[in-house]
């Protein structure tokens, strides 16, 4: 069975920093991309970031210079370090393990508050 835990949301001040974490179990973890994506009501599941089993990692622009996303195959886990938060970062946050044409899992996501 396969089971993605996130954790590490909260309610943070603006200008603030979250370490958001995903552990991984039944997939592969080591052939699996990992990424988060974000979602508020009534829009769209986006992708934040997202890291290859090799190690390379994209994100969307809103993000870039401070997003980090990383991995630890010892831990089956992704990360994902977000600093200098602002109020439009604010939505749940879900993890998702893919291998392209093979597995598409999702976790239930952790919410991010962005407020003062």
């Known amino acids: 069975q396969v089971q993605l835990v996130e954790s590490g949301g909260g309610l943070v001040q603006p200008g603030g920093s979250l370490r958001l974490s995903c552990a991984a179990s039944?997939?592969?973890?080591?052939?699996?991309?990992m990424g988060w994506y974000r979602q508020t009501p009534g829009n769209q599941r986006e992708l934040v970031a997202r890291i290859t089993p090799g190690g390379r990692k994209n994100y969307a622009d809103s993000v870039k210079a401070r997003f980090t996303i990383s991995r630890d195959n010892a831990k089956n886990t992704v990360y994902l370090q977000m600093n200098s938060l602002k109020p439009e970062d604010t939505a749940v946050y879900c993890c998702k393990s893919e291998r392209v044409g093979v597995w598409d899992y999702w976790g239930q996501g952790t919410q991010v508050t962005i407020s003062s």
């Open positions: 039944g997939v592969i973890f080591s052939l699996s991309a």
